[in-house]
T-cell receptor, first 116, second 110 residues
Framework: DADVTQTPRNRITKTGKRIMLECSQT?????MYWYRQDPGLGLRLIYY???????NKGEISDGYSVSRQAQAKFSLSLESAIPNQTALYFC???????????????FGPGTRLTVL | DAKTTQPPSMDCAEGRAANLPCNHS???????VYWYRQIHSQGPQYIIH???NNETNEMASLIITEDRKSSTLILPHATLRDTAVYYC???????????FGPGTRLSVLP
């Protein structure tokens, strides 16, 4: 969905480096999410935010941190990348204020991260 | 854990209807049925959702049984571009995340 963009789309880095993944949305949604997907598996939630400055841990938050300084932006950081963080990372947004939307989530195109 | 059961794979001839089943026998009264698909390694794409009534949009139709224990996603005229993994998810509308199981890999054949 072009309304949700992620940068970079691909990144190769080395163990121990700090990495930041950015997500921006023009949908005006209040909620934003970060997921990771490993080969052949479903998506797992890392962090989510219901509003600016609101941060909540998902099921696999260890080794990650996030920042929501503006409604349209939600960034994911790996403070010290390790090889098992090699995965596809997806950002998603939803609009809980719109009851009819039933909080449907819309996903970005993904970032492929490789940690050597 | 995913609350749904889907066949791991299905084939469909191009131009024919693709009917993808999903069992959700433990669904609660306030849980919706959502369908997403993922083409190759792209971001999951929302298709449709419903509570108890059948739903139709420009992409697909969703048929939910009267007891709500199963549903079927129908792509009326499948094309090669519909080849993807299709995920059936049940969730309360205010939940914080979607739990994606393994889904059904649909292959549309020429």
């Amino acid at each position: 969905d072009a309304d949700v963009t992620q940068t970079p789309r691909n990144r190769i880095t080395k163990t121990g480096k700090r990495i930041m993944l950015e997500c921006s949305q023009t949908k005006g949604h209040d909620r934003m999410y970060w997921y990771r997907q490993d080969p052949g598996l479903g998506l797992r939630l890392i962090y989510y935010s219901f509003d600016v400055k609101d941060i909540n841990k998902g099921e696999i938050s260890d080794g990650y941190s996030v920042s929501r300084q503006a409604q349209a932006k939600f960034s994911l950081s790996l403070e010290s990348a390790i090889p098992n963080q090699t995965a596809l990372y997806f950002c998603a947004t939803s609009d809980l204020r719109n009851r009819e939307s039933t909080d449907t989530q819309y996903f970005g195109p993904g970032t492929r991260l490789t940690v050597l | 854990d995913a609350k749904t059961t889907q066949p791991p794979s299905m084939d469909c001839a191009e131009g024919r209807a693709a009917n993808l089943p999903c069992n959700h026998s433990t669904i609660s009264g306030n849980e919706y049925v959502y369908w997403y698909r993922q083409i190759h390694s792209q971001g999951p794409q929302y298709i449709i959702h419903g509570l108890k009534n059948n739903e139709t949009n420009e992409m697909a139709s969703l048929i939910i049984t009267e007891d709500r224990k199963s549903s079927t996603l129908i792509l009326p005229h499948a094309t090669l571009r519909d080849t993807a993994v299709y995920y059936c998810i049940v969730r309360v509308w205010y939940g914080q995340n979607f739990v994606f199981g393994p889904g059904t890999r649909l292959s549309v054949l020429p």
